[in-house]
């Protein structure tokens, strides 16, 4: 039922206590009391807004239309006279008066040379808990460290005298032209990090040639960005599958309807990882919980992610593939592989092309690194004469900080490479121009890098060109790598209350 007539700010501040809830977002009052039990970051934060315009909270972390679809038509209770609704009175905190000071001594956007000093940059200019929540890995932290490391020790082996003059790294991904042998990879939540969100990656990808992927758990609305896409460039989907199957079927072939040209499936994820800098910050809106929910169970410590990661379904097996070919003809893509052995099961079910990661160090612990797991799913794939099929690609992502990195993914057998938290956190610092400049460094480092190792297009990147015979060494010291290490933030343990 949508009410026709204009509510007023003091007529939805009466309905403030967990029996009878109340909420604004964007211009409308929503009825969210049977809602709260079921809100998957926990009622607190629901609550602190009881009666309220909830809009600042509910912005950064949901796409826009996330509450109109979630609650029923009954629940939606219409527009709100603005000049009447109070403002919610932020105080201004420790933590803001730290990201002003951070962001007005922002270096230029000029002195930024690497990919690295993008989370130089935004790790200072974010909130505490964007950065918790995009830097934060499992456990112990082995595998997020251990993705860049792979990288060093793997070691080129150039050739020279081959007239390099004009060196060229364009190529295609499933068959879509990209500028760079490199996808932007799906990273969740963007709004954290910057009010435009995903919306950078979609318009600097529009500028560069480069192709998005897409997230389920992007904060700007599918919709919105296909929107923001200029009219024929390429985007990908990543898809977290639904405990309700219809609702990721309509997703999955409205995605298609809208011009998708792949669905990666995450397959590592059928529960989030434990992400103890995430965790560690304290749940969204605890601060000040409202009275009305004393004695109440609210989960405090699991952190943005896996407060809102419930709708996953965990029991997600081969068995389903059929069935997501049965309702896409987008080409399927399995995300999260991590041996040989499923990469042939991929193969065999007919899937289009896997990634071979670890989520970013996010989910198992001490899972391999993809680049590691690349060598011997080549070797699998071949020894079964599975490869090489221009309909199977393979691609990496983790850890890839550099040109070079993306060079030596492709010279053992990748077709591209996924880069998620670097474009992320070119962002979050300098917004669309950030992406855009990630991109013009991996250029620059991509053309240098070709002429040093003599290939002038990516067809001649040959398994030749590298020595990876120290790869599934764990234990081979290589020089450090200091500018990874200066960002990385150790893990700390359990906080004394201060008396
Ligand atoms: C991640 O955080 O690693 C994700 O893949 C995104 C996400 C965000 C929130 C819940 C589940 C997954």
Redesign the pocket.
């Known amino acids: 039922m949508s009410n026709a007539r204009v509510l007023t700010g003091p007529e939805v501040a009466k309905h403030n206590s967990r029996d009878d809830c109340w909420i604004i977002v964007h211009g409308k009052a929503y009825d969210v009391t049977d809602f709260l039990p079921e809100h998957p970051g926990g009622q607190a934060i629901i609550l602190k807004y009881a009666g309220k315009d909830a809009t600042v909270a509910y912005e950064p972390i949901h796409p826009p239309d996330a509450i109109t679809t979630n609650l029923p038509p009954s629940k939606h209770l219409g527009p709100v006279d603005a000049s009447t609704v109070a403002k919610v009175v932020q105080e201004v905190t420790e933590e803001q008066k730290r990201l002003e000071k951070y962001r007005a001594a922002k270096p230029s956007i000029d002195t930024v040379i690497s990919l690295h000093d993008f989370e130089t940059v935004a790790r200072l200019v974010i909130p505490e808990k964007a950065w918790a929540y995009y830097s934060s890995a499992s456990d112990d932290e082995i595998t997020i460290r251990e993705n860049r490391m792979a990288y060093q020790r793997v070691w080129f082996r150039p050739r020279i005298l081959r007239d390099v003059s004009t060196v060229d790294w364009s190529t295609t991904i499933l068959g879509q032209k990209s500028t760079l042998p490199v996808y932007i990879s799906a990273t969740?939540?963007g709004k954290l990090g910057h009010p435009d969100g995903e919306l950078c990656l979609t318009r600097a990808a529009a500028n560069t040639g480069v192709i998005q992927m897409v997230a389920t758990?992007a904060s700007c609305s599918f919709d919105e960005i296909v929107d923001a896409a200029k009219p024929g460039q390429p985007l990908f989907l990543q898809l977290?599958v639904n405990r309700d199957r219809e609702i990721t079927r309509k997703y999955v072939q409205h995605a298609e309807k809208r011009g998708v040209k792949g669905l990666f499936i995450t397959v590592d994820?059928p529960q989030?990882g434990r992400r103890e800098k995430d965790m560690r910050m304290k749940q969204v809106g605890d601060e000040g919980v409202a009275e009305v929910q004393r004695g109440q169970k609210v989960k405090k410590d699991e952190g943005v992610?896996r407060a809102?990661?419930s709708f996953?379904d965990p029991s997600l097996s081969w068995k389903d593939i059929p069935w997501f070919k049965s309702i896409t003809k987008m080409p399927i893509i399995l995300k999260g592989i991590g041996t040989a052995e499923d990469a042939i099961l991929a193969y065999e079910a007919g899937v289009q092309g896997i990634v071979l990661s670890n989520?970013g160090g996010?989910q198992l612990d001490t899972a391999r690194s993809g680049l590691e797991v690349l060598v011997e799913v080549t070797a699998a794939l071949r020894a079964r004469g599975y490869l090489p099929n221009p309909n199977f690609e393979i691609y990496v992502d983790g850890g890839v900080r550099r040109a070079s990195d993306v060079l030596k993914a492709l010279a053992l057998g990748a077709k591209a490479v996924g880069v998620g938290r670097p474009f992320l956190y070119a962002f979050c610092a300098y917004g669309q121009e950030g992406v855009e400049k990630a991109i013009q460094i991996f250029r620059d480092e991509f053309e240098m890098n070709m002429r040093l190792l003599g290939a002038r297009s990516i067809d001649e990147i040959v398994p030749e060109m590298v020595d990876a015979s120290a790869l599934t060494s764990h234990s081979v010291l290589t020089p450090p790598d200091n500018l990874f290490h200066s960002t990385y933030q150790p893990l700390i343990g359990a906080k004394f209350n201060e008396s």
Do not use: K, M
Request: hydrophobic share 65%; aromatic share 8%.
């Open positions: 969740a939540l758990l977290y994820a989030l992610a809102i990661s996953i989520h996010r």
